[in-house]
């Protein structure tokens, strides 16, 4: 069972809120992480429909059931028994009393926020990252590997085939979960914004291209977005534009919160495309955005990752607030340095007042380049954000 890094954060976290809601996509852990850190909680899924009728239809016997702690699997298939929980954790005043998982973020959040705000702590639980994986002895020589193979705990714990199982997910997880928050009746206006997606990933997004394209109007594309980000499928990587100037261009970024899906959806089925394939820079610097998403996400932070671009091009792939300073990360998939690749984060020096600490992360090997500016290879994102403040 590969050990995960937001562990520590769940365990801390515990002694602190009666309730934890632990969200993420499907088959990102979650259940395997609660149980393997909670191994004397009881368990319910309310995935099973009998356990969820009983749960829906008699919700103060269900809950009666479980004296003492429990995991309560899939709570947006039940959402009314939040305001149950929050009757009981009030009465009892006691920390980890419920530790609740869900796969659809706006469904939870919502719920929670009007049944639990205030007794619980958030973690966001994404698919394995590099870092995980070659703590637990699965490491690869290229990231054309690591994209390719994906990061779902599955595929490694089942020594599963990576196309075979995205195949699996794409049609048991996108096509049903979420056709069914967006009750669509024309599957193939869905499936052709999904594709077009994976071959806009890491692209400023045109939501007025992206209708014409699929056939509808922009409203509902940016509803159908809303949905895949919200069901961990997308991520939105906004822009950066505070005290920067009026020349900043505002429109966001999408990427794949697990590349393998992406490189599934793109055509892939075998590493070696990787690196013949056209979207090769797109397919890294998802790989490596996702890295730094997952590295925020198991310290129990907030995203707050954004880019920067100016109407002259000039661009930095990600910032983030470090203290009182803005770092800054430049993504290439390159594997030999070139002082070219810098000219992004040096013009960002420049402009932005509170500027600290930059990051060049490619495919070469690691060292200091001076002015503040560091070369990390891609499987070191981790130490990027290894002392965060809280």
Known sequence: MIKRSIEQELKTLVHEYPVITLLGP?????????KMVF???AYSNLEIPEVRERAIGDPKSYLSGFSGPVILDEIQRAPDLLSYIQAIVDEEEQCGRFILTGSHQLRVREAVSQSLAGRTAILNLLPLSIFELVAAGFEFDSFEEYAFRGFLPR???????????????YQTYVERDVRQLIHLKDVTLFEK???LMAGRAGQLVDYGSLANDVGVDSKTIKNWLSILEASFILFKLPAYFENIGKRVIKAPKYYFTDVGLLCFLLGIRKPEQIGRDPLVGAIFENLVVIECLKSRYNQGMLPDLYYFRDSNGNEVDVIFQNERSLDAIEIKSAATFSSGQLKGLRYFKKIAKTAGESYLVYN?????????????????VERIFSAPTQ
């Open 155 to 169: 595929i490694y714990a089942r020594s599963l085939r990576p196309t075979t199982a995205y195949s699996n997910y």
């Open 364 to 380: 070469g090997d690691s060292h200091r380049l001076g002015d503040r500016i560091e070369a990390i290879h891609y499987k070191g």
């Open 39 to 41: 191994p004397d909680y």
């Open 26 to 34: 499907r088959q990102a852990g979650k259940t395997t992480l609660a």
């Open 193 to 195: 914004l999904i594709k």
